[in-house]
């Protein structure tokens, strides 16, 4: 990329969107059968899939807590999900690193004093990375979580802004985030009076820029916590609607093997 | 109508309404925690439910974990004298996901004569068992109690692999070799 202009005289930044604009969002739940929730999460070509299993016991009984559930968290890029071959070494101090935001981020929102003695096991996978992938790694995991049926405080919504020639920039891509610029990831409660869960900053912004940035990043994690949560509903409705047609259909179906018939009959009296 | 809803969306005032399941109260709303359908139980008569009850229900399956208190189904997998180790099946009618353990300690097989109960003269392992949750236990297992009539024994094959039939609340019988076995059986109908 020639050190070119990251936003046109037309108000277009490289790939054609208005400063202020998302990414295209899209999500799928249920992706994954063995998970007990599971998501798929894109934010433009950034590509996200989180699968959550648990609640169950802990398997390390020294790290139980009496009190709550513990959570466990695994972040990893897939080996093809950048266009240029990384080496590896520095990009697992980043790995961890951003294993410990989602986990921080997860941890203020699962309600894990209502799950004691317990862990839940979250992992991550990119798929594709263009930018802004921790950002997309939590909401993928939220709505895992969510679909999971973990009891939540709220959702959790991410999004990123960054500030280049001097004009806040929405969900930056991977050209706008190698740019050099500042960059602001930000994750809130949207329920909670946009309760601030996480903010991480890369590089160095003037305070009242910084505002301006934080003020649009909010405002991006408030637009896709209403997609997330539009898609959430629509899946309800999904399950709801193929658990209904499944009742109608399976009248005399589930043949278990007769002893447990049998255990499913001492509590019918 | 049916309204679906999300974590962290407001569903009522506090003061108006209970929080049911799915729901927790933040400041003075009560807010859902979990992604499923808004429902309201209308006010009931008793001491505890003086106000409506709002409760978010899962469309999905949700997690089926044994509480203090709960009727459970368990197969017994191992006995010693001092306990019979089992597997919790079912709580309620409801079936467990994953493995739960439990353990029927001695002194809780039956509610009199505590000091003169045999375990293996009570339980034999493949048995089915009807027991009380008594305790989340210690940090392996769950502690039940099969000390009223209507818990103990409810399903258990003889030597020669047949289903038993009761003949008292101490014996079982099998119905092909007509051998008498020992057992705490549970009175089922009640």
């Given amino acids: ?269 | 109508m049916t309204e679906i809803v999300t974590p962290g969306e407001r569903l009522a005032l506090s003061a108006e309404y209970d929080a049911g399941t799915g729901t927790c109260v933040k400041d003075t709303f009560i807010c859902a925690t979990l992604v499923g359908i808004k429902r309201v139980l209308p006010a009931g008569q008793a001491e505890a439910e003086q106000r409506p009850r709002v409760e978010v229900v899962r469309s999905g399956v949700e997690p089926v974990v044994p509480r203090a208190g709960d009727t459970v189904t368990a197969r017994v997998v191992r006995i010693n004298p001092r306990l019979a180790a089992v597997d919790i099946l079912c709580v309620g009618p409801k079936p467990v996901q994953q493995r739960y353990s439990g353990v029927i300690r001695v002194q809780d097989v039956r509610a009199t004569e505590i000091d003169k109960v045999k375990i293996e003269a009570s339980f034999r392992p493949g048995d089915v068992v009807r027991a009380e949750v008594l305790s989340l236990g210690d940090a392996r297992s769950y502690h039940l109690t099969t000390a009223q009539n209507q818990l103990g024994v409810v399903y258990a094959r003889s030597a020669a692999g047949v289903p038993m039939v009761p003949l008292s609340w101490q014996e079982m019988q099998c119905p092909t070799t007509k051998a008498v076995e020992n057992r705490k059986v549970a009175k089922l109908d009640a």
């Avoid at chain 1, 985030?177 to 990831?185: E, F, I, L, R, T």
């Fill in chain 1, 1 to 269: 990329m020639p050190a070119a202009e990251y936003v046109s005289p037309e108000g277009l930044r490289l790939d054609g969107r208005r400063p202020k604009e998302l990414r295209q969002l899209r999500a799928e739940l249920g992706v994954l059968s063995s998970a007990t929730g599971s998501a798929l999460f894109e934010m433009g070509n950034t590509k996200v899939l989180a699968a959550v299993f648990g609640p169950k016991p802990v398997e390390q009984r020294s790290q139980e807590d009496e009190k709550r559930a513990i959570i466990k968290c695994e972040y990893a890029m897939a080996t093809f999900s950048t266009g240029e071959r990384r080496r590896r070494g520095k990009a697992d101090r980043r790995a961890t690193e951003i294993t410990m935001a989602i986990r921080n981020t997860l941890e203020q929102t699962i309600l894990t004093e209502l799950l004691p003695r317990s862990q839940i096991d979250i992992y991550v996978q990119v798929l594709q990375a263009d930018g802004g992938t921790r950002c997309a790694c939590i909401n993928a995991a939220c709505l895992a979580v969510a679909a999971a049926a973990i009891p939540m405080r709220d959702l959790v919504a991410s999004c990123a802004a960054g500030y280049l020639e001097s004009t806040p920039l929405l969900d930056l891509n991977y050209l706008e985030d190698s740019g050099g610029g500042p960059d602001v990831a930000v994750a809130i409660h949207p329920n909670y009076d946009n309760r601030v869960v996480l903010l991480q900053q890369d590089n160095r912004l003037a305070i009242e820029t910084f505002e301006q940035v934080l003020e649009l990043a909010v405002a991006g994690c408030r637009a896709v916590s209403g997609f997330m949560r539009e898609r959430l509903q629509e899946h309800t409705q999904a399950l709801a609607a193929a658990q209904d047609a499944g009742e109608q259909d399976d009248v005399g179906g589930g043949d278990g093997e007769d002893d447990d018939d049998d255990v499913m009959g001492v509590d019918d009296f």
